[in-house]
């Protein structure tokens, strides 16, 4: 309880650190995926270090803006973050160019080491931007600013479905697999491993595909055609248009920059 309790005390803690700054969770769903994106494509097309270091911090001051869970929001970014490290950690030793100094007799190159650098600034800038702006809402808000983007309707109908029924398949697998448990199965590096897993995937495929078919009855039987009519409305204030705003100037600035370097 003590270990839950200090680890509660320090994210507040952590949260009420940026209370200067304005929760991001008030700002205009719409406004944020919009600006997140066109801030996100600027910054995947930098290739100064300068440029890509001043898109980094302002990624972690809305990260900041954003008041997420610190222990969870570094879980997550733990994640994401091992399979970058990977690809930071092999560049100086497979890029050619000019040799710095050697690790158990591999060159380390410049080039190699400037480019890894390029990866992990525009990878975590992207990353915070996108964790803060899109990451801090609720899936179905991110659905509905979607809509209001005007986005492709099927693409956010799979989205809106996939958001509402995945924990539902989640507990058909689950369900399965203790079945499977109830009547002796083990896993093991055998056929018979191989043949029981298949039968378990093609199960659940079996069991979505009836279940969807039900859902798509249920939902025409309520006058369902082929359209979601969206009840939210979001509103536009103009503390969201100056966010929008300077965000905007922040990537023309970071675009110039790297137009003049």
Avoid at 74 to 91: C, G, K, N, R
Avoid at 94 to 117: D, H, N, Y
Avoid at 166 to 190: H, N, P, S, W
Wanted: one cysteine or more.
């Amino acid at each position: 309880m003590g270990g839950v309790q200090a680890n509660i005390l320090a994210e507040k803690e952590g949260v009420d650190s940026f209370r200067f700054l304005p929760q991001l969770r008030s700002f205009d769903p719409r406004m944020r995926v919009a600006s997140a994106f066109a801030f996100a494509a600027v910054v995947a097309a930098l290739h100064s270090l300068p440029m890509l270091i001043a898109a980094f911090i302002v990624s972690l001051v809305c990260a900041a803006m954003a008041r997420l869970p610190l222990m969870k929001t570094l879980l997550h970014i733990a994640v994401v973050e091992s399979f970058i490290l990977v690809l930071i950690l092999t560049l100086p030793f497979t890029m050619a160019g000019e040799t710095l100094f050697t690790v158990a007799g591999l060159p380390v190159s410049k080039e190699g080491l400037l480019r890894a650098a390029e990866v992990g600034l525009k990878a975590n800038g992207i990353l915070f931007m996108l964790i803060a702006m899109v990451g801090s809402m609720e899936p179905s808000t991110l659905g509905h600013a979607l809509h209001h983007l005007k986005m492709p309707e099927k693409l956010v109908h799979i989205f809106l479905f996939t958001v509402r029924y995945i924990d539902v398949l989640y507990q058909e697998y689950r369900a399965l697999r203790t079945a499977m448990k109830c009547r002796g199965f083990r896993a093991r590096t055998d056929l018979h491993t191989l043949r029981t897993i298949g039968y378990l995937v093609g199960m659940l495929l079996a069991r979505s595909l009836e279940r969807s078919d039900r859902i798509m009855e249920a939902m025409k039987c309520r006058g369902f055609d082929g359209r979601f009519h969206v009840l939210v409305a979001f509103e536009s204030r103009p503390r969201d248009f100056v966010l929008a705003a300077f965000l905007g100037l922040v990537s023309l600035g970071l675009l110039w920059g790297e137009y003049l370097a």
